[in-house]
């Protein structure tokens, strides 16, 4: 949950990276650290394991002036993607005010999406949070990979639900998308705090528009409640 | 047990006041106030504020990560932690449901004194945050957002 300091004039917004193991969280928070001016932004901190798989979080503060008097801290964390780290994912979401849902976009890899996309509706869900109100947006990563499956597919998989997400096309190892997938999720957020229904126009629209007609081959859903 | 939401430069002197009571008695270094989902509340004392973030948000994840081993041992969780370095240490000890208390302190004090204190002092802020929870927020006195990215690159 956000915190609003007056007296330091400070917003601050947790948002997480959530996904299945090896989707790309965490090279999604290596890029904006890379690339995000050294001013606006702290370390990257990342407890991983010998084998560079996080092992507890990656943690990433930036900051950024988007309302007027008030320095605003977004506070950006990953998770561990594997499954046994449940306890640990719910210990991230925590306070959380948004996430972004990074699925792979490797055929082999859709029931892990649909599995991790499960787990992070119970998470919330055990927090008293629902899946339907949090700030979220979706990013299919690893779209350079051969294997990939279609962006309709994943609409139908991940993004089935009667309130439809904003959805990017990503490659986080070159860093397409990823800006606009953090903005999206951040402008979302800003506009429920100052409670605003709905994000204006003027917000720039992810590059890859949501596909609405019907996928041509009809895959069935993994899971038809997702 | 709900977050605070918000603080009022009222609330943050308040919290101010016992927090550099605490320092003064202890002779530590630096208190931080922190919600466990690592988001900071409140802090006192020196230091450089991109790594009073970071050390928040380790610290909860912590004590997080801590409660499940208290639990196989049939804690709840272990109210307080200490984290021994050669010259600077830090302990962290739970305030309410929802918030913990740091300490960075080094050879100056000991960690009995910071131990001793930080009960009183985690107590006393503990009311506090428990009052503030109860009243109304203050209407948010900011201007409206920014409707252009939030981020660029270089």
């Known amino acids: 949950m956000s915190i609003i300091n007056y007296a330091s004039r400070e917003i601050q917004f947790k948002i997480v990276y959530y996904g299945p193991a090896l989707c790309g969280k965490t090279t999604n928070l290596q890029y904006i650290h890379q690339r995000i001016n050294a001013q606006n932004r702290g370390e990257l901190i990342s407890l991983a394991t010998s084998a560079d798989r996080t092992l507890f979080f990656d943690f990433l503060p930036l900051n950024a002036v988007v309302i007027k008097g008030f320095v605003t801290k977004f506070q950006l964390y990953t998770v561990p993607g594997q499954v046994i780290y449940n306890a640990t994912r719910q210990l991230v979401l925590r306070s959380v005010d948004g996430v972004v849902f990074v699925a792979d976009s490797q055929w082999e890899k859709m029931e892990e999406n649909v599995e991790s996309f499960k787990n992070l509706a119970d998470n919330l869900a055990a927090q008293n949070m629902s899946i339907d109100e949090v700030p979220l947006v979706l990013e299919y990563n690893k779209r350079d990979l051969p294997n990939v499956a279609p962006v309709t597919y994943l609409e139908y998989v991940l993004?089935?639900?009667k309130k439809r997400l904003q959805s990017f096309e990503v490659i986080s190892s070159t860093g397409q998308n990823v800006f606009a997938t953090l903005n999206a999720v951040s402008q979302i957020l800003l506009h429920k705090f100052s409670n605003q229904d709905e994000v204006p126009q003027t917000v720039p629209q992810p590059r890859v528009a949501i596909?609405?007609?019907?996928?041509?081959?009809q895959p069935q859903p993994i899971d038809a409640e997702v | 047990m709900s977050?605070?939401?918000?603080?009022?430069?009222?609330?943050?002197?308040?919290?101010?006041g016992v927090l550099e009571a605490f320092l003064n008695k202890t002779e530590a270094e630096m208190t931080v106030v922190i919600?466990?989902?690592?988001?900071v509340i409140s802090q006192f004392g020196q230091m450089d504020s991109t790594d009073v973030t970071v050390i928040a948000a380790l610290a909860a994840g912590s004590?997080?990560?801590?409660?499940?081993?208290?639990?196989r041992i049939g804690e709840m969780e272990?109210?307080?932690?200490?984290?021994q370095g050669n010259g600077s240490h830090i302990f962290?000890?739970?305030?309410?449901e929802d918030t913990i208390m740091i300490t960075v302190f080094g050879s100056r004090t000991t960690v009995g004194l910071?131990?001793?204190?930080?009960?009183?002092?985690a107590q006393r802020v503990a009311e506090i945050l428990e009052s503030l929870r109860q009243k109304k927020p203050p209407k948010l006195a900011v201007a409206p957002v920014s409707t252009g990215p939030v981020f660029a690159t270089r």
């Open chain 2, 78 to 83: 272990f109210n307080a932690l200490y984290h």
């Open chain 2, 114 to 121: 910071v131990r001793f204190y930080s009960s009183s002092a």
């Open chain 2, 35 to 39: 919600d466990r989902g690592g988001n």
């Open chain 1, 159 to 161: 993004n089935n639900r």
């Open chain 1, 211 to 217: 596909p609405v007609e019907a996928p041509t081959a």
């Open chain 2, 3 to 16: 977050s605070v939401p918000a603080l009022t430069i009222e609330d943050v002197a308040r919290l101010d």
């Open chain 2, 92 to 96: 962290m000890n739970s305030v309410d």
């Open chain 2, 63 to 71: 004590f997080g990560a801590t409660r499940e081993l208290a639990r």
